[in-house]
């Protein structure tokens, strides 16, 4: 089947149609909710804090009364133990965190006071609610606090234990299926003697299922190097279909005889959809998106390059759209181009890049080594851009957004 | 004992000069190493690629025998099979990754040429090494591809699975235990009655557990919620030193009575090195630095925002530095203030902060919500800030460099 290129944006709008990601829900205690992804809104039950409290260690007083306190004029205050004041002359000590006694309203902080057995001497004034935090200044009840497909962070936790909210719902890991196909290609185990012998040590699959294992919600299964034999190929997508809900291939998706992959996929199904046969991007122009049985097949290049920017760009993308997470999967930042950078017209360009201090600005150089399977390219950058499609390229000095990765 | 706010680099350089972090070694797989930090220097044991290969499906050539080629004037090469060109009127067909036929010298992709049974037709000339990848250009043979202290990431691991490294040497996992005190705090199963009851649900140790948590590189032990009673402090304390490397506490190190925890800690060794007593950071200015037979007690605020704060800025911070961890824990991006924000002199203040797009810059703008305890202003916000403690304040418009979280 010939390429047909075409866009990131049109290839996922249309896998976003043609695809509805099913995950079930699982309720889970705040110890295993850090990095899983928010099921349901959530909502304060109650204010926070629930009434008026001392913000600190220190007496209770009325503000009003020591509104003409200086150190040339300290005012007494007596010592009184209780819930509530029984005069403005009072004080009740309070620890941090302590509601509020009837009466009072300022804390003088333990620090600020002289302390003569039954009296305290403030000697300056307190403004009204000075040291309090006042009832629902932090949350209000009702008001949400986490929306479904935020990826739960730890402040997130802290927040839903102060609520008494020690159980939430978030979905159920998604399970994506990862295999490498080519006779060529072997596992690190075997040795560097491979090379010797003509075959190539696996390292596109490591590092996509290295990838994949940094995000929590994500389980992933590996079912190994399968050779060139589109019997064998069939198998191993038939068992991992069979056992995931996404599933990514690495390797075979080229345009060569021996390339048997993209067949092996798409003659499992009578009615396979066929997303993209290649895709507008350099690196990753073979990756291929096809959908069986309802589950997307993303056939990524056999280098491992190609195969991690598709990786993000691509199979991540879509699964950040098609469970509406909505956290950023990048962090992007703009900074001045070292080095001019042709894109490729007709095709998005992703260019490794690192980004660096210079000045009070940041500033991004390219890594141009060439060849997609240049590894040490991903080692010493730590940013990506792209070239769109219909851009020649960036001049130095321009001023680009660039990922942060 | 009276506070002296030490500033936060002074305490650091004191700790760890009282302090030798001693971690054991462990030899992991691949599998497992994403996320841990490398004990050693890793070289490359080899050139890769190991010889001069194919980077592309096709057919290999003499870039010398198609120097003149074009559309009008297509050269025609005859197909052979096996490793060497016997002229170069020759051409052999080779796979992405093969290793290049002697004589051979460059690469014509399978799309580019005309073929018609034993021969095919090449229509435009090819430097030399085209389509070829040279031995050694991703990587020679002894140059280091990660230090020691380094996180090892995804891409890591397929430069180690494509040198055939499939065990590496990492830091076994650092211990942390965690104990929160306070007779007035409580566990969020506890449920919401606890406020009414005069309690509070526990959110500052959670905060610290969880982000602690994001750490593969570091195992966090949990010793529970100790009321404020200094013999119950002291066995927690002992325990917890006892089973881990580091002890992180929340809470009672306030300067009032009830606050036992400093007291405690300091009581459990006759000779406590006490590194600080109360930091030159807002918030937590409270928090203070003990070291109890060779190992460093952290004795963080009760309130969330303050303990997270100093948790990132002091604790990791010192981690990092004791590991020697080479990667930055923030990643810090210029932006614009929106908002004039004022620090207090003789204090690093932190500053939460929302950054945004504003144009072809990045802003900032404080998240200005008092109090140490509001657990809403760090859900809202995204960046860090500190305003040293030799500066005023930032105006709006002052472009500062931001830590994002």
Redesign the interface.
Known sequence: MIYHYKPIEEALKSLLQHVKLELGFAEVE??N???MVLAEDVYA??D????DRS?V?GYAICSGAVSSASPNNPIPLKIQFGDALNSCDEAIPV?????MPIGADAVVM??DVIRDSNTIYVTRPLSKYANV?RRG???KAGEK??SKGEII??????????????RIRVFEKISIGVIATGS?VVE?????R???E?F?????S??I???L??YRFINTKWYGIIKDDEKQIKEAVLKALNENQILVITGGT???D??KTFNAVINIDKNPIIIARGLAMKPGRPTSIVVIENKPVFLLS???VAA?IALNVVVLNFLFKALGISDEMF????ALVTKKVSGSIGYDTFVRARIF?CG???CTEPVL?H?S????S??ISNALFAVPRNVEGFDRGD?IWVK?L
Chains 1, 2 share one sequence.
């Open positions: 705040l110890d909710a850090v990095g039950p109650i926070l804090p629930l009434f913000a260690d620890v941090t965190g302590q509601k333990i620090e935090s200044e932090d949350i606090i986490a962070k730890p402040v997130h936790v802290a927040i839903f234990s102060a609520l008494g909210i020690t060529e690190p185990t075997y040795g560097i491979a090379y010797e003509g190539i040590l696996d390292s596109t490591i590092l299922r290295a990838a294992s940094e080229g345009p060569s021996h390339d056999g280098f491992p991690y962090v992007e930042v703009p201090r009070d600005e940041l080594l060849g399977g240049v590894l040490k991903l080692l001023k942060i």
